[in-house]
């Protein structure tokens, strides 16, 4: 089902050499963790392209110039945005305040988790469209994977320990401390730490991912 009323954000850092996946570079090193967000770029790309739920726009950093992005959006014939902002937190708020101006409900998602599916996704824009305020799909590691909106609570980008394991629940503690309900939907992981990795290895094989788009960088 395509859902007129809602846009998908996705936030993606372009695959520059040492600047993305940084904590995974001492174990598997810098050609390794930039293959993997290119590839995690294509993948969630793909994925969201073939279930076509919703508009969906690339948020890129630092901006759309990158060949990746290029690529994606004639790959995917996606919309690029650059994510403005001096933080995580700025960057997803200016976003949402923005697609909330459009659309009636927001799905601010990021490429690092692979296990995040159509189906989560969907549960997600179903949650909103019967009345949920905001819904999260919280990460195994102490974050959030999936943030769905349909108002810009600006406290939810504020205050927040961006990166570390008390993301989730200090967005929880906002959420109640400003009286705003909110639904959890299952806990997925993501791709940050080495046995992320070899889990990510393991369950999306080189050889059976469903992305035309598997080249390397250059």
Request: aromatic content about 8%; some cysteine.
């Amino acid at each position: 089902m395509f859902y007129h009323d809602t846009i998908i954000l996705l936030f993606a850092k372009a695959p520059v050499a040492g600047s993305v996946n940084t904590r995974l570079i001492p174990d598997i090193g810098v050609e390794k963790a930039t293959q993997l967000q290119y590839d995690l770029i294509h993948h969630r790309l793909s994925m969201l392209t073939k279930a076509n739920l919703s508009v969906v726009k690339l948020m890129c950093a630092p901006d759309i110039q990158d060949a990746c992005f290029v690529k994606c959006e004639n790959q995917y014939q996606i919309d690029l945005l650059t994510q403005a902002g001096n933080d995580l937190g700025e960057r997803m708020l200016n976003a949402v305040k923005s697609a909330l101006q459009d659309y009636k409900y927001c799905i601010v998602i990021g490429t690092d988790a692979p296990a995040l599916d159509e189906y989560n996704i969907e549960q997600a824009i179903e949650l909103l469209h019967a009345d949920a305020d905001v819904v999260f799909v919280p990460a195994e590691d102490g974050g959030y994977v999936l943030l769905g909106l349909q108002n810009a609570h600006a406290f939810l980008f504020q205050e927040i320990d961006w990166g570390s394991a008390s993301v989730m629940q200090q967005s929880r503690n906002q959420l109640k401390r400003n009286k705003i309900p909110y639904r959890e939907l299952a806990t997925c992981w993501d791709v940050d730490r080495l046995e992320d990795y070899l889990r990510y290895l393991n369950d999306l094989s080189l050889s059976a991912r469903n992305y035309d788009g598997r080249k390397s960088i250059g």
